[in-house]
């Protein structure tokens, strides 16, 4: 059962960040965390460009594992954190995993719960590792700028301003950190990929807690994950990596449209036209920003991104049967990828999105209406062997 880690990833919708500082938006630790792995993303491509050996399953894991344990540690503040992790780190890996005990012993890969308990037991600085702490301090950098400008004079915001640049510096042998220091098209992606954090979730409705793209699109891959590794048939590696950040990046064209709302994206007068519309911005505005050799990897993450499909050569196929992707596809120089299961993953968070909200007393319409046309489709069906209808009825029908 993935549903109890699903329920937990969602707590970070509601953990604000820099609460002690004058904030003029909203930061979550939902949207620090995809943002994060957005950067990790464009560091690590970087790296591999230049000849670096990087390890993307490790890469992926580690993100999710450091976002498990500072779910358990947010309130801790970062210099009193870090300390205690240097100096009570068994202590501090002993409560986390007390505390996330149940969490874990729900999941049927065993594997993965052994994997999170070794992560931080072993503290070995990984070059994957080290991608995934740059991945932070710039990613937290990113949101301190936006709080300096807002209030340079708040007592011990100059000493914060020298820590989190330090720790910047610290890392400023790889190469993708000092490609995104320039502030040129690195920065831009990461830029770009930033201000889906301000895009909110059905605009149209109040809710609570608000989500982003940015934070839905960390939902979604995860989930894509957790439900990946949890195959009868084991993935092969490609197809780990490719579930993951065709997750991560599927609302990515929404960086141009805004987030549309289901009910008009899926007009049959206006389907085709939005979705031309998002490939023109994305050719126009986000891939100029990558480069070229990224290309058509962000547009296989990104095109026609709700159906199966796997790559012959430099061509791609799509319309591939689970079965087919299973038995014949599922090796890595065919880049598998389940779009099935982007789509249902996508529905879900959708889903637990609106019945949050109900269920917290802050409903509407669209939101009760919402969640009926996500829950029926999916009640009953299993997809890319998982068992939808279960998780669906389990956050159908719990209470918060």
Avoid at 72 to 84: A, E, N, W
Avoid at 155 to 169: A, F, H, L, P, W
Avoid at 179 to 201: A, M, N, T
Wanted: charged share 30%; net charge negative.
């Amino acid at each position: 059962m993935i549903e109890k880690l699903i329920e937990k990833f969602f707590e970070a919708a509601s953990m604000q960040r820099w609460n002690d500082h004058i904030r003029p938006v909203e930061l979550t630790e939902l949207d620090k965390q995809a943002h994060k792995m957005v950067i990790a993303y464009v560091i690590a491509k970087i790296e591999e460009d230049k000849g670096s050996k990087v390890n993307w399953l490790d890469l992926i894991e580690g993100l999710i594992f450091e976002f498990l344990y500072r779910l358990v540690l947010t309130d801790i503040k970062p210099p009193v954190f870090h300390r205690m992790m240097v100096e009570r780190r068994n202590e501090m890996n002993s409560h986390v995993l007390k505390q996330l005990k149940d969490d874990l012993d729900s999941f049927n890969n065993k594997e993965f719960k052994q994997k999170f308990e070794n992560y931080f037991s072993n503290p070995e600085n990984t070059f994957e590792r080290r991608i995934l702490r740059a991945a932070h301090y710039l990613a937290t950098n990113w949101e301190f700028k936006i709080i300096y400008h807002s209030a340079p004079f708040i007592y011990g915001i100059e000493k914060t301003k020298e820590n989190i640049e330090n720790q910047i510096e610290d890392h400023y042998d790889l190469i993708g950190v000092q490609k995104i220091l320039l502030g040129k098209k690195s920065y831009g992606f990461v830029d770009l990929c930033g201000q889906l954090r301000f895009q909110k979730r059905w605009a149209h409705s109040p809710r609570v807690p608000e989500t982003s793209v940015l934070g839905h699109m960390l939902i979604v891959a995860i989930t894509a994950y957790l439900c990946t590794i949890e195959m009868k048939t084991p993935p092969c590696d490609k197809r780990v990596y490719n579930n993951f950040f065709a997750g991560l990046f599927h609302d990515l064209p929404e960086v141009s449209t805004r987030d549309i709302i289901s009910p008009v994206k899926s007009a049959a007068d206006l389907e085709d036209i939005i979705k031309d519309y998002e490939n023109e911005r994305m050719k126009e505005e986000v891939l100029p920003l990558i480069p070229k050799t990224w290309h058509d990897e962000m547009k296989y993450f990104t095109e026609n991104e709700f159906e199966n499909r796997i790559k012959e050569g430099h061509k791609s196929r799509k319309g591939i049967k689970f079965e087919e992707l299973n038995k014949k596809y599922n090796e890595d120089k065919f880049s598998p990828l389940d779009g099935e299961l982007i789509k249902a993953c996508d529905k879900l968070a959708a889903f637990i999105e609106a019945n949050l909200s109900i269920e917290y007393g802050i409903t509407s319409k669209y939101l009760e209406e919402g969640r009926e046309n996500i829950y029926i489709p999916f009640k009953n069906s299993k997809i890319s062997g998982t068992d939808f209808g279960r998780i669906f009825d389990y956050f159908y029908k719990k209470k918060w």
